[in-house]
C-alpha cells in the first residue's frame, strides 16, 4: 500500500538548533517527492520537490532535503531554524505528475526564541 | 507565479444544508483535484478530475459528494447535505506540464 511515515508527531527546538524531521515512504514504482509546510492559520506552502537528478534538494528558508532511494526516505533539514520556522511540515510522495498525492500524518515543530 | 484560487476561503453552513466550494485552477492545467484537511489531522485525497470526468475518488467521496467543471475557468466541489463530520479545510490543486502540483489556499467549511 502506498502510504508515508514521518518519524516525528511533535519537535520542539530553540533558535539556532538544526533540523533533521524523518519521512520515509512506501510506494512501488517511480516516485516523485514533497516537503509542505503549513503555517498556523494558512494554507499549504511547498518548500521543495525531488523529481529527478540530483537527490539533495534546496527548497526555499533555508531547507534541504535529502532523498536515499535505498532506504525509502526524504528526511528535511534546515541547519538553523528561527521561530518563524514555527508550523505543521508535511512529507508527500507522488508518482507521476498527475497522481493524487500522498501525505504523511505532519510533524508540528515549535521553536523556542 | 499563477495561483489555484479558491473561495469562499471560510463557510458556516447548517447540518444537512448543500453548500458548493469554488476553485479557478491554474489555467491551461488538466488535472484538478480535491483535499480535504480534518482538523489536527493529516491532507486526505478525495478526487481527481482530468477531462470532464472523475479518474480517481477516495472511499470519503461517497454519493453525497461531486465534482463539476462548468465552464472554462471554475472546478466545483459540492456537498448535497452536509454532516458535522465534513467540517475541515478543502484544497483544489491542479497539476500540468507548466508550475507543476499547485494547491491553492484553502476553503474553512464549518458544520453547525
Known amino acids: 500500500a502506498q502510504s508515508v511515515s514521518q518519524h516525528n508527531h511533535h519537535v520542539i527546538l530553540s533558535e539556532a538548533a538544526s533540523l533533521e524531521l524523518g519521512c520515509n515512504y512506501s510506494?512501488?514504482?517511480?516516485?516523485?517527492l514533497f516537503w509542505y509546510v503549513q503555517y498556523p492559520g494558512q494554507h499549504l506552502q511547498l518548500l521543495l520537490k525531488?523529481?529527478?537528478?540530483?537527490?539533495l534538494v534546496k527548497g526555499i528558508k533555508g531547507f534541504e532535503a535529502e532523498f536515499i532511494k535505498s532506504k525509502f526516505s526524504f528526511n528535511l533539514r534546515k541547519p538553523s531554524v528561527q521561530w518563524s520556522d514555527t508550523a505543521e511540515y508535511f512529507c508527500?510522495?507522488?508518482?507521476?505528475?498527475?497522481?493524487?498525492?500522498?501525505f504523511g500524518p505532519g510533524t508540528s515543530l515549535s521553536v523556542i526564541p | 507565479e499563477p495561483e489555484v484560487t479558491q473561495t469562499p476561503s471560510h463557510q458556516v453552513t447548517q447540518m444537512g444544508q448543500e453548500v458548493i466550494l469554488r476553485c479557478v485552477p491554474i489555467?491551461?492545467?488538466?488535472?484538478f483535484y480535491w483535499y480535504r484537511q480534518i482538523l489536527g489531522q493529516k491532507v486526505e485525497f478525495l478526487v481527481s478530475f482530468y477531462n470532464n470526468e472523475i479518474s480517481e475518488k477516495s472511499e470519503i467521496f461517497d454519493d453525497q459528494f461531486s465534482v463539476e467543471r462548468p465552464d472554462g475557468s471554475n472546478f466545483t466541489l459540492k456537498i448535497r447535505s452536509t454532516k458535522l463530520e465534513d467540517s475541515a479545510m478543502y484544497f483544489c490543486?491542479?497539476?500540468?506540464?507548466?508550475?507543476?502540483?499547485?494547491f491553492g489556499s484553502g476553503t474553512r467549511l464549518t458544520v453547525v
Open positions: 489555467s491551461n492545467h488538466l488535472y
Open positions: 508527500a510522495v507522488i508518482g507521476t505528475s498527475y497522481d493524487k498525492v500522498i
Open positions: 490543486a491542479s497539476s500540468g506540464s507548466a508550475y507543476g502540483y499547485t
Open positions: 525531488y523529481f529527478s537528478g540530483d537527490p
Open positions: 510506494y512501488g514504482g517511480t516516485v516523485n
